[in-house]
């Protein structure tokens, strides 16, 4: 079950990703800021998984970038456009409805008898 669990797990939690970079990223950051804050939230991505994600969404039009290069080291900056702010938030509804509809299964399963059981 491990196996498939896991494989699973990430299906699920790959879409949980963009909704929380476009949240986080109202406030603008960089990649490397965005993981530790992600990790700090509970969402566990690979830098190999959110560069490429960033870019998308840029490409997309749901992120703006800017590089900062005021510091030693060139940061490039993400930001939600107004376009990934909608996007967010019709996520966020999906999800919240999802939710709701998974926790009325759980609830049914416990509540409800099957044929087998009658």
């Known amino acids: 079950m491990d196996e498939g669990f896991e494989g ?5 939690r790959r879409g949980t990703i963009v909704v929380a970079c476009l949240r986080l990223l109202r406030t603008p950051g ?3 800021g965005l993981l530790q804050e992600l990790e700090f939230r509970g969402f566990t991505v690979d830098a190999s998984t959110l560069y490429p994600l960033l870019r ?5 039009g749901f992120l703006t ?7 030693t080291r060139p940061r490039k900056f993400y ?3 107004p376009a990934g702010v909608r996007l967010a938030e ?3 509804q999906e999800w919240l409805a999802l939710t709701d ?6 609830n049914d ?5 099957t044929d087998e059981e009658r």
């Open 8 to 12: 699973n797990r990430q299906e699920l």
């Open 30 to 32: 960089y990649g490397y």
């Open 56 to 60: 998308r969404l840029e490409k997309q």
């Open 65 to 71: 970038s800017e590089w900062n290069t005021d510091e």
């Open 79 to 81: 930001r939600t456009s």
């Open 90 to 92: 019709a996520l966020t």
């Open 101 to 106: 509809a998974i926790a009325s299964l759980t």
């Open 109 to 113: 399963s416990s509540t409800t008898s």
